[in-house]
């Protein structure tokens, strides 16, 4: 059974910092490419960053210089460091994987940016 299984998110002030962290199991990790995807209040999903199974990343113009997205094969860990939080950041982030047809979603969790 593949699990994706976010953590880290909480409520932080304008500026500061969160780490999430995506703990995948069931999945061949490293050979999987992966996204970081977050839905504001009452707004679609968009895409936030990926980091390929060959560790090229890409970023959404709103969180590059922000935003580092990394992982750890060894420990099937996806990460998003995210400095310089704004409250447009809010959102639920949610982690992807995704392997030729296959895609898989965690379950999301919620990151409140507000003073």
């Known amino acids: 059974q593949v699990q994706l299984v976010e953590s880290g998110g909480g409520l932080v002030q304008p500026g500061g910092s969160l780490r999430l962290s995506c703990v995948a199991s069931g999945i061949t990790f490293s050979r999987y490419h992966m996204y970081w995807i977050r839905q504001p209040p009452g707004q679609p999903r968009e895409w936030v960053a990926t980091i390929s199974s060959g560790t090229v990343t890409n970023y959404a113009d709103s969180v590059r210089g922000r935003f580092t997205i990394s992982r750890d094969n060894a420990k099937n860990t996806l990460y998003l460091q995210m400095n310089g939080l704004k409250p447009e950041d809010t959102a639920a982030y949610y982690c992807?994987?995704?392997?030729?047809?296959?895609?898989?979603w965690g379950q999301g969790t919620q990151v409140n940016v507000s003073s």
């Open positions: 992807k994987a995704v392997l030729d047809l296959r895609t898989y």
